[in-house]
């Protein structure tokens, strides 16, 4: 997709965040569900049932988050370039360009320092702002949103957002509860300074968050509150979540914010071309839909092939949904997401 120039006659103040292109990557790996049977106490038909999903990505060991952002960043950055240019975009500013680079991710390389300034310096963006996200699952959209506030501050005319989450990092392999839903990816979008009329403009959004239910997914150890200690127990060490609240949380607050995002535009779920949510489960996505009273064909679903990538699952399922040819210029997309701290958000996107 080519980079579209940026017009110097919108006023920074009241510019609308554009989608340029999309970039994503995946490890090579792929674990199916028979091979998790080879170690678990599961089986291919009861995480399908349950979940929709056979196989995931899995980051290969060595590796770590910022090697999948920086995958997916260079593909949206070339893309947006229009391939084999010579590091210019359409509008000549190439990748110098980019004024900020923002990962969101719930598996940052370390603690301390964030993830984005190594992923801009690797992709060539040193200078750039650089920042993480932390949103869980809802990172990609809270991230939509934080860019659209840079690039109408005038902060910045160029951002570069990535969702990238190694949960195999996270999730005890031998977790059968969750080891089954993960996956390992990267998605990455370039959004410039536009007009809100024009196709690929975001906007508006809807965002929210639940903390009393902190501890439904979470990592209990390993922060300030809980320092690792050689004492510290597997499970605490480990991603943890309660399934069956998750799904009932997840499908009232996506529906929820869905509805808000379509009434702020005075939109209706008839005028929603594809519907894309965060693929946390397919039941999860279908009971939404369903919710929503959306037909099942207007709902994207990658998980099947990817498991629940957290922040990067938004803008793989939007590739996807480009790569089978569905999307048409100006289509307009409800994107919706939900994850831990209780967080929630959706957005409307008019595909460009
Ligand atoms: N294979 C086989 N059995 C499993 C299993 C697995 N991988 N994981 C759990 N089980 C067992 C449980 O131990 C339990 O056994 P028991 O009845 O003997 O105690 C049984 O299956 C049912 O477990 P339960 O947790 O009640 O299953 P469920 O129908 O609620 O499905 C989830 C579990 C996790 C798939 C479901 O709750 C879910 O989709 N939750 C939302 C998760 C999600 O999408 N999170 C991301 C949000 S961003």
């Known amino acids: 997709m080519p980079l579209a120039a940026v017009d110097a006659a919108v006023p920074a103040a009241s510019a609308a965040a554009v989608l340029c292109s999309v970039g994503v990557w995946v490890p090579p790996h792929v674990v199916t569900n028979e091979e998790l049977a080879r170690r678990l106490d599961t089986d291919d038909a009861w995480i399908r049932t349950r979940t929709g999903i056979r196989?995931?990505?899995?980051?290969?060991?060595?590796?770590?988050?910022?090697?999948?952002?920086?995958?997916?960043?260079?593909?949206?950055l070339t893309d947006a370039d229009?391939?084999?240019?010579?590091?210019?975009?359409?509008?000549?500013?190439?990748?110098?360009?980019?004024?900020?680079?923002?990962?969101a991710t719930t598996t940052p390389d370390r603690t301390c320092p964030a993830t984005a300034p190594l992923v801009a310096s690797r992709l060539g963006l040193t200078g750039a702002a650089a920042f993480d996200v932390?949103?869980?699952?809802?990172?990609?959209?809270?991230?939509?949103?934080?860019?659209?506030?840079?690039?109408?501050?005038?902060?910045?005319?160029?951002?570069?957002?990535?969702?990238?989450?190694?949960y195999s990092?996270?999730?005890?392999?031998?977790?059968?509860?969750?080891a089954v839903i993960f996956g390992d990816g990267a998605g990455a979008v370039l959004l410039r300074a536009g007009h809100a009329d024009e196709p690929g403009a975001l906007g508006p959004f809807d965002l929210g968050s639940d903390g009393t239910h902190e501890d439904m997914i979470t990592v209990a150890?390993?922060?300030?509150?809980?320092?690792l200690t050689p004492e510290t127990s597997r499970a605490d060490r480990h991603f943890a979540m309660r399934g069956k609240e998750v799904y009932r949380h997840a499908v009232t607050r996506m529906t929820e914010s869905a509805r808000t995002v379509l009434d702020?535009?005075?939109?209706?779920?008839?005028?929603?071309?594809?519907?894309v949510p965060h693929q946390a489960n397919l039941r999860i996505l279908r009971s939404v839909a369903e919710e929503l009273g959306l037909p099942l064909e207007r709902c994207a679903t990658h998980v099947e092939s990817v498991g629940n990538t957290g922040a990067a699952s938004i803008p793989l399922a939007l590739a996807d949904a480009a790569a089978r040819g569905t999307l048409a210029r100006g289509d307009r997309l409800l994107l919706t997401a939900?994850?831990?701290?209780?967080?929630?958000g959706s957005c409307l996107l008019t595909w460009p």
């Open 55 to 76: 196989a995931r990505h899995v980051l290969a060991p060595g590796q770590a988050t910022s090697d999948l952002a920086v995958e997916a960043g260079r593909r949206a």
């Open 82 to 103: 229009g391939e084999g240019a010579d590091g210019e975009g359409a509008d000549g500013e190439g990748v110098d360009g980019v004024d900020a680079v923002i990962v």
């Open 134 to 166: 932390a949103a869980v699952c809802t990172g990609f959209v809270y991230g939509l949103a934080t860019a659209a506030g840079l690039i109408a501050s005038g902060v910045a005319r160029r951002v570069l957002l990535i969702g990238a989450d190694a």
């Open 169 to 178: 990092t996270l999730v005890d392999p031998m977790d059968r509860a969750n």
């Open 221 to 227: 150890a390993g922060g300030s509150r809980v320092p």
């Open 264 to 275: 702020r535009a005075g939109r209706k779920t008839d005028d929603v071309d594809l519907f």
């Open 338 to 344: 939900f994850g831990g701290g209780l967080t929630w």
